[in-house]
């Protein structure tokens, strides 16, 4: 590193009153690793036995209240939800006004809830990351992470240094360091297009649109919509990240009705609208239901048709009755917002695996579906009927033909070459 390089300004959030040897000892790491650590001290009833650069007490008074009061809040609970959101708001603040460079958090299922908030408080690109006890857990809510939010689990360390602890918090310290040096912003200076796809292999037309929106002066984000894409999806689009969206795939909408792990929360289809943000829509693959292959199948579903996609995940078709369900809950969702939006329906099928002599063919419920999407669309959308596949060249066509009319109709912004 040259001697004239600026440090790294790392953010170390903890409770400082129950962790100090932890954050201490990742001060220090941060330190050695070539970052200056700013503490930010968390705790609810005593100081910590050093001196954090913002105090319990700046902490609550960014949450518009005091210590005093916190304390006097009623529960554990309360007054940790006060401090997430002083925590939250300082953090944001001092990367508005450029005093930080990224964050690091620790804690234990109190200390992870306030992290994910200070988080997700922070726009896409500000390095951040979390090391906790419940990392990786279902305990957390897919709508909590923030779109790059990295995390460890916190190894062996819920009480004192150790080891293992040492080793966790080192690498998680470095590597919150090595991203501050080294990360690129999200800017392109081009207008930004978000698309959901499955995979490559069930959803094919991102092979041919993303190509078609570069050559217009278009970035292309595409999503993996197995519950953590879409996730990402749907927080960028809450924060108006999107000039447009090419939202293809919904088949996170069938899990999250069905309760699988794979979702991305129950806002899912939802947040592009808020936001205002015009919208081409389809029913990719929302015939189907992802499952985690290593379980076996809720009865439910156990005379369904199904895939094996791979050892972590397999599909199953939902029932006729399932889909209209499922059509008529993506009705309301896409009823509550005036954005522009173009629901493209593809009357030869969802995805590819629906085809003829493939394992999820199944002609009634693409009938079912069709059927009762035509009734549910509320009137604000736009329903253009593709009688072809969703992997056919003329649905990718159609879904161009939409978007170049809006670019034209001022209605998404040029592209920049």
Same mark, same amino acid.
């Given at each position: 590193m040259s001697p004239s390089a600026p440090l790294s300004r790392i953010v170390v959030i903890g409770t400082g009153d129950t962790k100090s040897d932890e954050l201490q000892f990742m001060a220090s790491v941060i330190d050695e690793a070539g970052g200056l650590p700013v503490m930010i001290d968390v705790s609810i009833l005593d100081d910590p036995p050093y001196a954090p650069d913002y105090s319990r007490c700046d902490i609550a008074k960014a949450a518009g209240t005091s210590i005093e009061a916190i304390i006097a809040s009623g529960d554990e609970n309360s007054a940790m939800a006060l401090m997430a959101k002083g925590a939250a708001t300082l953090t944001r603040d001092l990367y508005d006004t450029g005093q930080i460079d990224g964050v690091i958090m620790l804690g234990g299922t109190m200390g992870t809830d306030l992290a994910l908030d200070v988080a997700a408080a922070l726009p896409l690109g500000v390095p951040k990351f979390v090391v906790s006890t419940i990392a990786y857990s279902h305990l957390i809510p897919p709508e909590r992470i923030a779109p790059d939010l990295m995390m460890i689990l916190w190894a062996g360390g819920l009480f004192g240094l150790n080891g293992i602890c040492r080793s966790v918090l080192s690498q998680a310290c470095g590597a919150v360091v090595g991203a501050a040096k080294h990360c690129t912003k999200p800017k392109s200076g081009r207008p930004l297009i978000g698309m959901t796809s499955l995979g490559s292999s069930c959803l094919k037309y991102m092979?041919? =649109?993303?190509?078609?929106?570069?050559?217009?002066?278009?970035?292309?984000?595409?999503?993996?919509?197995?519950?953590?894409?879409?996730?990402?999806?749907?927080?960028?689009?809450?924060?108006?990240?999107?000039?447009?969206?090419? +939202?293809?795939?919904?088949?996170?909408?069938?899990?999250?009705?069905?309760?699988?792990? =794979?979702?991305?929360?129950?806002?899912?289809?939802?947040?592009?609208?808020?936001?205002?943000?015009?919208?081409?829509?389809?029913?990719?693959?929302?015939?189907? =239901?992802?499952? !985690?292959?290593?379980?076996?199948? *809720?009865?439910?579903?156990?005379?369904? *048709?199904?895939?094996?996609?791979?050892?972590?995940?397999?599909?199953?078709?939902?029932? *006729?009755?399932?889909?209209?369900?499922?059509?008529?809950?993506?009705?309301?969702?896409?009823?509550?917002?005036?954005?522009?939006?173009?629901?493209?329906?593809?009357?030869?099928?969802? !995805?590819?695996? +629906?085809?003829p002599d493939e394992p999820l063919h199944d002609p009634a419920g693409l009938d079912a579906f069709l059927d009762e999407i035509r009734r549910a669309l509320p009137s604000t959308v736009t329903l253009q009927e593709v009688d072809a596949h969703i992997n056919s060249l003329a649905f990718s066509e159609k879904a161009l033909e939409i978007f170049d009319n809006w670019v034209a109709e001022g209605v998404v912004p040029e592209g920049r070459p």
């Open positions: 092979k041919y =649109v993303k190509p078609e929106l570069e050559k217009r002066g278009y970035d292309v984000a595409v999503f993996h919509s197995t519950g953590m894409g879409g996730r990402a999806f749907e927080a960028i689009a809450g924060q108006n990240g999107f000039a447009a969206v090419f +939202d293809l795939c919904m088949q996170e909408v069938s899990n999250h009705h069905y309760g699988t792990v =794979v979702t991305s929360g129950a806002d899912r289809l939802e947040n592009a609208g808020r936001a205002g943000i015009p919208q081409i829509v389809a029913p990719g693959a929302v015939d189907m =239901v992802d499952f !985690q292959a290593w379980q076996d199948l *809720p009865a439910i579903f156990a005379d369904r *048709p199904y895939h094996a996609h791979n050892r972590l995940l397999g599909s199953v078709t939902s029932s *006729p009755e399932g889909r209209r369900e499922i059509a008529r809950l993506i009705g309301r969702k896409l009823a509550t917002t005036e954005a522009k939006i173009a629901f493209l329906l593809p009357l030869g099928g969802l !995805q590819e695996w +629906d085809k």
